[in-house]
């Protein structure tokens, strides 16, 4: 009962890591406190400096609401309803991947050529395919002001999520939510074509941790019978789209180097660099034009 959570913050964050932990979830401390200060709008610093702070009522409900979902398996983010992203927070809808910390590596990857674009045309453009909540394309708008982008994605959910996104950061004035199936309704040139495409082999999906699971939609996973459908695919339309000196970036399973190296080199492109994420895996590979 919700009554029966303690009324003042200390205590409170306390009985909240207490039922997470109980409930076996990896890291009850940290989900305890984003859950208990996203909902109660306090810091916390705020937490150490005055545990007696009384919290109201209806805000108790609310934690208590969020800390039954969270025992239930619901991720984090997922009952926030947004993730941090480079720096910058992006709403998730359940049409939406959530942004992972991986996906940081693309946009690492890729800022360097982004600014050097930017500097000698004036202009970067940017097409993000699969755009989700519009992470890569809004973290690279966000630091590079002279970018703009498209972010395409076959999910209407998804893009007004980005879109929405994008007004909140106020970079809507820089990007354009485009629905499509890959390239179909795409016109223009590219410098940079971008993208992290469900990547997952079908009948893998249902090995996946429960969090993603049962949370992330499977549009955004599932990646055909070899996970690799959507590399063909870039790989056989991108040429029509991109600038003669640009780039696609990729990002890709950690098992999936070779072959997805080997599905572009096939198709007259080549290697720009291969980036592994935090974790030390392959994670994003770069390719170049060979000819224009
Ligand atoms: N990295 C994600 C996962 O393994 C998959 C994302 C994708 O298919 N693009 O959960």
């Known amino acids: 009962m919700a009554d029966q959570l303690p009324e003042t913050l200390g205590p409170l964050l ?5 039922r997470l932990a109980a409930a076996a979830i990896d890291d009850p401390a940290l989900d305890a406190r984003l859950i208990v200060e996203h909902f109660s709008g306090t810091t916390r610093t705020q937490a150490i400096a005055d545990p007696e702070r009384k919290i109201d009522e ?9 800390l039954r979902r969270r025992a239930g398996g619901e991720p984090v983010h997922r009952i926030l309803g ?20 991986d996906t940081e590596t693309l946009v690492e990857a890729m800022l360097p050529f982004v600014r050097a674009v930017a500097v000698q045309e004036g ?9 989700g909540t519009g992470a890569i394309a809004l973290a690279l708008l966000s630091a590079v002001p002279a970018a703009i982008a498209t972010g395409v994605d076959m999910s209407a959910g998804a893009l007004a999520t980005a879109g929405r996104n994008a007004r909140q950061l106020g970079l809507a004035g820089r990007f354009t939510a485009l629905q499509s199936d890959w390239f179909e309704k795409v016109s223009g040139r590219y410098h940079v074509i971008a993208a992290n495409p469900p990547y997952i082999p079908s ?36 040429a029509r789209f991109l600038e003669t000196d640009g780039r696609i970036a990729v990002e890709i399973g950690h098992t999936q180097h ?14 720009g660099g ?5 974790g030390g895996n ?7 034009r060979t000819k224009p």
């Open 123 to 131: 202009e970067c453009r940017i097409l993000d395919l699969g755009t």
């Open 58 to 66: 209806s805000t108790i409900a609310a934690i208590f609401d969020a």
């Open 14 to 18: 306390r009985e909240a890591q207490a």
């Open 274 to 278: 291969a980036f592994r994420d935090l």
């Open 258 to 271: 070779d072959e997805v190296s080997g599905i572009f080199a096939a198709a007259g492109y080549m290697p």
């Open 203 to 238: 009948e893998d999906i249902g090995n996946l941790q429960d969090e993603v699971r049962n949370f992330d939609p499977h549009l955004a996973l599932d990646g055909g019978a070899d996970g690799l459908n959507p590399y063909r695919i870039i790989a056989a339309e991108a």
């Open 282 to 288: 392959d994670r994003v590979i770069v390719f170049e």
């Open 82 to 101: 947004y993730r941090e992203f480079y720096g910058l927070r992006l709403s998730v809808s359940p049409e939406t991947l959530e942004p992972r910390p």
